[in-house]
């Protein structure tokens, strides 16, 4: 039972690349999420999911794309990756009213 | 936007200390959670509380929510230099919601 595993752990892009955040879980969760951190900001929620076909945006959506093709798999895309984009990305899974799981994060440097 | 403020930002404790740290809002949350973070590592949940005025115990740590379902507090007690990290605490948005917002976190230092 690996939990919820994120890949890659780190990345640095330049800017106007796109690339895919990898994120699967293995406890059968209904809801995904994805989160960035940033120093003085806590966790800010970017995109989420409450099933497989079923996305809505967060707090800051903007840059980035989900989809949830199956329960276990969600990936963020960023599009067009700018500095701002600068940060450490979190996923998470919980079943509802439950505590969020989290992977360990991937460190995105955007140049 | 709802905001969850959390206080103090820092705090730098001796061990055996006792410490409390705020989550606060101007919103009402249907639930409240509290985590803990580790350099390099995502949060860890600590405890869910659901009812205003709950009372729950996890060792040295005791968590409260406010009867108005608006705040929150953890309180340790006798902090041991294993506690130190970044505390955060999420509520959620509305009754029958998955989303949750974060606080800006409580950075502790328990000195040996």
């Known amino acids: 039972n690996a939990g919820v595993t994120q890949t890659p752990k780190f990345q640095v892009l330049k800017t106007g690349q796109s690339m895919t955040l990898q994120c699967a879980q293995d406890m059968n969760h209904e809801y995904m999420s994805w989160y960035r951190q940033d120093p003085g900001m806590g966790l800010r929620l970017i995109h989420y999911?409450?099933?497989?076909?079923?996305?809505d945006q967060g707090e800051v959506p903007n840059g980035y794309n989900v989809s949830r093709s199956t329960t276990e798999d969600f990936p963020l895309r960023l599009l067009s990756a700018a500095p701002s984009q600068t940060s450490v990305y979190f996923c998470?899974?919980?079943?509802?009213?439950?505590?969020?799981?989290f992977g360990n994060g991937t460190r995105l440097t955007v140049t | 936007t709802q905001l969850l403020e959390q206080s103090p930002q820092f705090l730098s404790i001796q061990e055996g200390e006792n410490l409390t740290v705020y989550c606060n809002s101007s919103?009402?949350?249907?639930?409240l959670q509290w985590y803990r973070q580790e350099p390099g590592e995502g949060p860890v949940l600590l405890v869910t509380v659901v009812t205003g005025g709950e009372v729950k115990k996890l060792k040295r740590l005791t968590f409260q929510f406010g009867d108005a379902r608006k705040d929150s507090s953890l309180h340790i007690t006798a902090a041991q230099p294993g506690d130190t990290g970044l505390y955060l605490c999420?509520?959620?948005?509305?009754?029958?919601?998955?989303?949750?917002?974060f606080g800006t976190g409580t950075r502790l230092k328990v000195l040996a």
């Open positions: 999420a509520g959620a948005t509305a009754s029958g919601t998955y989303k949750y917002i």
């Open positions: 998470a899974s919980s079943q509802f009213r439950g505590g969020h799981h």
């Open positions: 999911s409450v099933g497989a076909g079923i996305t």
């Open positions: 919103s009402v949350f249907s639930s």
